[in-house]
């Protein structure tokens, strides 16, 4: 089954350039150019990964990705960030909302497939990572009897 992934962004343009794209190497597209439509759309379909903008209207890019990590069931996916918005403070902004990649356009396409294939092989290393290794947690204290926990 191919592998799904969300873009969000405004443009009509770089929607059809982004599916085109991703289309052409087999994968899943879907698409939207809002915020609260993104979150929405990665709650319901559970995307792979998400390709956003952070200059969309209504909520901003910045705020859905806090709100995907903000949420146990959208927290895994991985957010790659394409946008206009090139300067440091941008991006360090970026990083801090908890988007895994941060390219800005234009972008050669070869260099956003990528960074798009790498964040899907990261994703699938770290789901196998979970489903196949178990945790145990053990805790000592070094007095027994009152205000000790078992």
């Not at 599916?19 to 190497?25: E, G, S, V």
């Not at 360090?92 to 941060?102: H, K, N, P």
């Amino acid at each position: 089954m191919a592998e799904t992934i969300l873009i969000v962004d405004d443009e009509n343009d770089t929607l059809d350039f982004l599916n085109l794209i991703l289309t052409r190497q087999g994968y899943q597209v879907i698409q939207t150019d809002n915020g609260l439509d993104a979150i929405k759309l990665a709650h319901t379909q559970r995307p792979n990964l998400v390709v956003l903008d952070i200059m969309l209207p209504g909520m901003d890019g910045l705020e859905v990705a806090r709100k995907l990590r903000g949420h146990p069931d959208t927290a895994l996916i991985p957010i790659l960030v394409f946008t206009a918005k090139t300067e440091l403070k941008d991006k360090l902004a970026g990083y801090e909302s908890g988007v895994d990649i941060y390219l800005t356009k234009p972008v050669h396409p070869v260099e956003l497939q990528a960074n798009i294939k790498a964040l899907l092989t990261q994703r699938k290393g770290r789901a196998e990572k979970r489903t196949t290794h178990g945790y145990k947690l053990g805790v000592l204290a070094a007095k027994g009897g009152l205000g000790v926990s078992t």
